[in-house]
């Protein structure tokens, strides 16, 4: 059997199972252990069509990898800060905006407390990103909030944290896409009416990437970020420079001199609903932590040490974008640039090569942020599905190394968003932060709790950050659901419904190794049950030949039924089959009204009922078509036969395929 072992004792250079391996040693090679292995040319297509269709995939998602070369495409520091780390740094693009459509509403002093909400949101980061430091060695297989909750809270906990987390990595993709579109069109305010085509065409071009593998797609997309980082950091560099050696900037009295009339004091509500915009700028902070396995070792502290470094350059980013727009008086205009659009204009020159470099390397940046999804959400559903709360396809990687159902999965559901919400980001944050501090609770809660059994060295000092980072996350929680309501309770009613899916999903799959279960006890011997065979036959043909042979080889007890409505056709049949395969009875089954399947079952049912001692095996002649396209005029009989006779007690289908010999 290929891939079984075969104990190599006893082999001589000369018998027959050397010779055959040097006659297929290009396709299968024997390892030191005697199992046999398959060579990359065993999986090779024969047919014709076959083989268009691998050179199609390859030239789309390349050569398949074998499972030997995961290590190769594990990511070191410098690709995995451009992979996981895109989602957080480019929500800079879009969390100053957010504080700033909240403070415009009470007017232009509001507008300058924007520095001290920002400073305060990358405070928060920066007890989430402790927190999370410690999640990536305590848990080093990956998973996140998931894999925390489910150690220390059990499993409803732990199905809640990945439903938040599964919401949070389509939403990422759908926000981070058409905040990207929102910046192209402050550029190019032209293809405004095409904001959603751009947004959909990205999210199927960074699906195709992903399905590549890791190692190719953090090769695309580590130039754009760093491009972005590089021209962002020199963006505040050159304002800070401006404002305060310079003394550039806008005087504060003629600062947000077109802010509207306040229509709210400036109040801690008011301000609350401010944090809770701007802290979208820490979506993302947690897919590090997740797809900890796929750093080259040592992954924890690889993972972890990434983790700091994409923390401290979001806070200088979130701030210094922050500080630029309220020295220069920037606020949000609806329908008018992005608030980081106009901050790049007034530092490059609006129109200039600059403003334009860094919209289109922010674009590229906010496009490639959803890749942070394509990495971390395939890797969660493939956890789930291997602990059985997901179909297990999604545990099964692809040809290219990458977990190719969850890819595709992420594409077709943050694609769907984008539609649905016409590309604005706006629409979609509201959905968005909940999620985010629901897993950020979850995962420092559980932290608190697994210090709390461990008391490892330093656990005082540990549980101090994790206690922290609940409070403050699951405060802000709060803040966040009543200050984005109703909208926020949208994600509430989401969550429930995905946990029930993944329990009934889970139930099924233990119900299924309960049926299928062997005790260790017992031992399988040989069958006491008889068998016999029937074969439902449209006439003498070479496939019913062939299957009636398949048959008797079965056992002694074969019959032929023949159902068909032209009683005088019938007859001939069973004359020329007495003639021609004698030794097999055959039964003529006639339907006034047309039906083929039914009377069939009907006969099983009455003439041959299900026996405890007898085994009915049903034999279906198939005929294979040479063309594909030849598969649509054949066994549709067959077919419908099948799936009626599924589950049947006491009945085995088997079909036996017939291919016509080439001309």
Known sequence: MIGGRRPLQGRKPG???????????????????????????????????????????????????????????????????????????????????????????????????????????????????????????????????????????????????????????????????????EQIVSAVPGLKTESIVIGVAAIALITLGNLRGLRESGSIFALPTYLFLGSALLMIGMGVYRILVEGGGVPVEQRFTGVPSAVETVGVLL??????????????????????????????????????????????????????AVNYGIFHVDGGATVIAQVSARIYGDGSLGFYAFQLFTALLLFLAANTSFNAFPRLVAILGQDGFM??????????????????????????????????????????????????????????????????????????????????????????????????????????????????????????????????????????????????VPGITRAVVQAVNFGRSLSDDVRAVHVTDDAEAGARLRKDWERQIPGVPLVIVESPFRALVQPFLTYLDVMVPPEEDTITIVVLPEYVARHWWERLLYNQTANRMREALVGRPDTVVANVPYRREKP
């Not at 609903?273 to 502290?301: D, H, M, Q, Y």
């Not at 706006?426 to 709390?452: C, E, K, N």
Request: glycine share 8%; with cysteine.
């Open 15 to 181: 018998d027959k199972r050397v010779r055959v391996e040097r006659k297929h040693a290009e396709y299968f090679r024997y390892d030191e252990e005697g199992v046999l292995v398959a060579k990359p040319k065993a999986h090779e297509e024969h047919s014709a069509v076959g083989r268009t269709i691998a050179a199609v995939r390859r030239a789309f998602f390349g050569a398949p990898l074998s499972s030997e070369a995961d290590l190769e495409q594990r990511l070191d520091k410098k690709k995995a800060l451009a992979i996981f780390s895109s989602d957080a740094i480019s929500s800079s693009a879009y969390a100053t905006e957010e504080i700033l459509r909240v403070l415009v509403l009470a007017g232009a002093a509001a507008m300058l407390l924007s520095i001290q909400v920002a400073m305060a949101i990358a405070a928060l980061l920066f007890v989430v990103a402790i927190s999370y430091r410690q999640v990536c060695f305590a848990y080093p297989t990956g998973g996140g909030s998931y894999s925390v909750a489910g150690r220390n809270f059990g499993r409803i906990a732990s199905l809640v944290a990945a439903s938040a987390l599964i919401i949070d990595y389509v939403l990422t993709v759908a926000v981070s896409t058409s905040s990207a579109v």
């Open 271 to 324: 301000l609350l609903k401010a944090f809770a915009g701007g802290s979208v700028a820490l979506t993302g902070t947690e897919a590090i932590a997740t797809g900890v396995n796929a750093f080259k070792p040592p992954e924890s502290r690889n993972a972890a040490n990434t983790l700091m470094v994409m923390a401290a350059l979001l806070a200088i980013l979130f701030i210094g974008i922050t500080f630029l």
């Open 391 to 536: 179909p297990r396809q999604f545990s099964f990687r692809g040809d290219r190394l990458s977990f190719t159902m969850g890819i595709v999965l992420l594409g077709i559901l943050a694609a769907s968003l984008v539609i649905l919400f016409g590309g604005v980001t706006h629409a979609l944050i509201p959905l968005y932060s909940v999620g985010v501090f629901l897993d950020f609770t979850i995962s420092q809660s559980g932290m608190v709790r697994h210090w709390l059994r461990e008391r490892g060295r330093g656990w005082q000092y540990r549980i101090t950050i994790n206690t922290v980072g609940a409070v403050l996350t699951g405060i802000v929680l709060v803040v966040v659901t009543f200050a984005k309501a109703p909208q926020s309770l949208l994600v509430l009613l989401l969550i429930p419904l995905l946990v029930g899916i993944m329990l009934f999903i889970r139930r099924e799959y233990d119900d299924q190794a309960d049926e299928l279960a062997v005790r260790p006890e017992q031992v399988i011997g040989p069958p006491h049950r008889r068998e016999r065979v029937i074969l439902p």
